[in-house]
């Protein structure tokens, strides 16, 4: 059983950058599809990025692609959320997931195991 701790939120302007962490412990790290979400007050909980076992494939929703970039190291048990070209929009807490699937999936009811999530904040 994977074990996940997010970091790297915090308060940026419009425009800016950040880039998000989770750091997995616990399991076989390069066994398990990941995958961040997001969740505003009053909101659901959003997809924001997905990336397979061994980082070949990523995947985006149209509100952060081109924006926003997910990667992994094995090595390093660990997943990557760099955010660029920020947006009011994007604030929420986000999310790290993890599951022992095949392929990545956007759907946040088929991730098994789900960090303690970190703020991003940003201001206009």
């Known amino acids: 059983q994977v074990q996940l701790v997010e970091s790297g939120g915090g308060l940026v302007q419009a425009g800016g950058s950040l880039r998000l962490s989770c750091a997995a412990s616990?399991?076989?790290?390069?066994?398990?599809?990941m995958a961040w979400f997001r969740q505003a007050p009053g909101k659901e909980r959003e997809f924001v990025a997905a990336?397979?076992?061994?980082?070949?494939?990523?995947y985006y929703p149209d509100s952060v692609k081109g924006r926003f970039t997910i990667s992994r190291d094995n090595a390093k048990n660990t997943v990557y959320l760099q955010m660029n070209s920020l947006k009011p929009e994007d604030t929420a807490a986000y999310y790290c997931?993890?599951?022992?699937?095949?392929?990545?999936?956007?759907?946040?009811?088929?991730?098994?195991?789900w960090g303690q999530g970190t703020q991003v904040t940003v201001s206009s």
């Open positions: 997931a993890a599951d022992l699937r095949l392929g990545a999936t956007t759907d946040h009811l088929e991730y098994s195991y």
């Open positions: 990336i397979n076992r061994y980082g070949g494939s990523t």
């Open positions: 616990g399991g076989t790290f390069s066994s398990y599809t």
